[in-house]
Structures are given as C-alpha cells and as structure tokens.
C-alpha cells in the first residue's frame, strides 16, 4: 500500500509531526508503518516509520535491487539521515506527485521526506525554503495557530552551508560526500566514496532510480 490509511490520516494532526520530527516526547506515538512511493519504472523509494523507537528509515526498491536497500535512516542514537541533495528530492516528490494525485508537491511527500535531504553551498536557499512553506502549510488544518512544523526548524539541523562538504561526481555519475575531520556538525551520510561493500550506499540502484523519476517527468 503506498500511503497506509494510519499514516496518511495523521497528516493534519499536530501532535504527530512535532513526535516525527523529535520536536517533543509525546504521549501518542507515530503509527508503525511502511510507505511506498513511486516513482515509475518500478522504482519506489521505502518509508518505514518504527513509531515505538522513534526510528525512520529510507530505502529504494528497483527491478534489480533484490529488495529494499538502505539509502539513510533518522533516530535519536546513530542517525546518518542524509541521503538526498535538494534537486534529488524535489525530482523524486515531482514523480511521485504525477503518479499519484493524493501526493501533489510541495506537500505531504516532501514533508515526510525532507528529514533525509541536506543544504549545501551550491543550493538556492531562497527557492527551498519556499517550497518547504509551502509543503508544512499545505497540510495545515484551517484556523490551527499551535504548534505546527516550519521552515527554520527544520533548516537548523540540515544547513551544512560553510561546514566543508565537498561533492564529487565520478566516472559512472555517482555523487558522493566529503567532509573535513574536524568540521563541525559532522555531516552523517551514507553517500561516502563508492565501495564495493553491500552495506554500502547502493550507487547503482540509486542512478536507476533517479533515471526513471527523471523518466517519469519526461526530462
């Protein structure tokens, strides 16, 4: 099931994303689930949500992956959330939305994806900070004033702007992160060097993926 029922009715619930997104401990957990986006091609990237844990972690499923593989997961122990860069998310949120009309973008897909993306220095800060106004208010119920996700939340612990990330494309088209030893916050990432390690990031499907949201779109 893409979205399971028990997800997608707390998209307007407030007490849900200030738990989703580590805002409080509250009493009433986020439900157990596993969402399945796609993005054509038999591309899907994985959500599953571990309520009781206070654990996300993303995965993509393509026709050659043998399974779901691990691209990233958030928590509040080991986390290494950052999986995408701005232009990869905002790809894969565009196919989702055009396959599937109950996920228009900006909007809920973006919000429950924006925990695994970074900014970087060569990102347009202006541009994601719009788009991520758009998406938390989009799924604002009419007339709530309280609590309700924003934009300079969310940016704090994703801004790696001037903290020596450096971006290297290699021969195969894989992008890959580097950071300095000593920066600070340290950037938490599967996307390292590519290795031939099966707990590695899988570059490979990874490419496949982003090729059929690019499909999908026609660019």
């Not at 399971?4 to 997104?21: G, K």
């Not at 996300?56 to 290494?80: M, P």
């Amino acid at each position: 099931m893409p979205i399971p029922h028990s997800l997608r009715e707390r998209f307007r619930d407030p007490a849900f994303w200030q738990t989703f997104f580590f805002d409080v401990e509250a009493a009433t957990r986020v439900p157990d689930a596993t969402a399945e986006l796609s993005v054509g091609g038999g591309c899907q990237l994985v959500l599953e949500v571990k309520g009781r844990y206070d654990s996300y972690e993303l995965g993509i499923r393509t026709q050659t992956s043998n399974g779901v593989r691990s691209i990233g997961w958030d928590d509040l122990a080991h986390w290494h959330p950052f999986a995408f860069r701005w232009w990869e998310l905002d790809l894969i949120c565009r196919a989702v939305a055009a396959l599937d009309p109950l996920m228009p973008h900006p909007g809920p897909t973006l919000v429950l994806l924006c925990r695994f993306v970074s900014v970087q220095d060569d990102d347009d800060i202006e541009q994601i900070t719009s788009t991520m106004h758009t998406a938390f208010e989009s799924l604002r119920p009419s007339g709530w004033t309280g609590y309700w996700p924003n934009v300079t939340d969310w940016l704090d612990r994703r801004d790696f702007r001037g903290r020596d990330v450096s971006w290297t494309r290699d021969e195969l088209g894989n992008l890959y992160a580097t950071q300095q030893d000593d920066a600070d916050p340290p950037f938490y990432s599967m996307r390292g060097e590519p290795t031939d390690h099966p707990a590695g990031f899988p570059y490979d499907n990874w490419r496949t993926l982003l090729a059929a949201a690019g499909h999908t779109l026609g660019v």
